[in-house]
């Protein structure tokens, strides 16, 4: 069974448009994560919701919107994809804010 | 503010060798600290973790120490395997509980 869960895994689409991710974990955790990882592996923190409240919003442009309808899901919707969106999506989820976090398999993201 | 520094790679190594991978932090307070490790496609996992100063966290062969007077969180293995290639990431708990990584080192390990 996978803990963390991501939808779908890769996602190539054309400039303009707009896309979700979605994401899910089974391990009861309050606190999810929205990580992007760009093309030299660099990963950087975007979202986090702890118990569907949104706790952190890095500088990140305002056409990425998360939405935790709840505590086992974080989604993420990008409108008007830009071609420097291209990158992988990390979720991730931890129990608490302080302790270690599980990360899903990636969305690798393609915009043309 | 809080910060990860992490030797460049790649790292190449044959089958067996000692490895290590340096790992600095700038931070406040006392912070959690981590090595995740990503192979080729996949996602991160987390490899080990240490949560105090003096705590070594061990796994898979691997181990790191929290130093503190030093601010560091060096990984080591004693006799890398073909299969620990990967790319590995150090990281801190940031204040509100988010990663903050460092850039991720590639290591090779050639049979």
């Known amino acids: 069974d996978t803990a963390v869960s991501q939808t779908p895994k890769y996602l190539v689409t054309q400039m303009g448009n707009d896309k979700s991710i979605k994401c899910e974990q089974n391990?009861?955790?309050?606190?999810m994560y929205w990580y992007k990882q760009d093309s030299k592996k660099f990963l950087k923190i975007m979202f986090s919701?702890?118990?569907?409240?949104?706790?952190i919003n890095e500088t990140v442009p305002n056409r990425f919107s998360p939405k935790s309808p709840d505590k086992a899901h974080l989604n993420l919707h990008i409108n008007s994809l830009e071609l420097g969106d291209s990158a992988v999506y990390f979720c991730?989820?931890?129990?608490?804010?302080?302790?270690?976090?599980?990360f899903g398999p990636g969305t690798r993201l393609t915009v043309t | 503010g809080n910060s990860v520094t992490q030797m460049e790679g790649p790292v190449t190594l044959s089958e067996e060798a000692f490895l290590t991978i340096n790992c600095t932090y700038t931070a406040t307070g006392y912070p959690s600290l981590f090595w995740y490790v990503q192979y080729p496609g996949e996602g991160l996992q987390l490899l080990l973790k240490?949560?105090?100063?003096?705590d070594k966290g061990s796994n898979k062969g691997f181990e790191a120490t929290y130093r503190k007077e030093t601010t560091s969180f060096h990984l080591e293995k004693g006799s890398v395997q073909v299969s620990d290639s990967a790319v590995y990431f150090c990281?801190?708990?940031?204040?509100?509980?988010?990663?903050?990584f460092g850039k991720g080192t590639k290591l090779s390990v050639k049979p």
């Open positions: 391990l009861g955790h309050d606190t």
């Open positions: 990281a801190l708990g940031g204040s509100q509980g988010n990663l903050i």
């Open positions: 919701y702890n118990n569907k409240e949104l706790i």
């Open positions: 991730a989820s931890s129990q608490g804010t302080r302790t270690e976090q599980y």
């Open positions: 240490a949560t105090k100063a003096d």
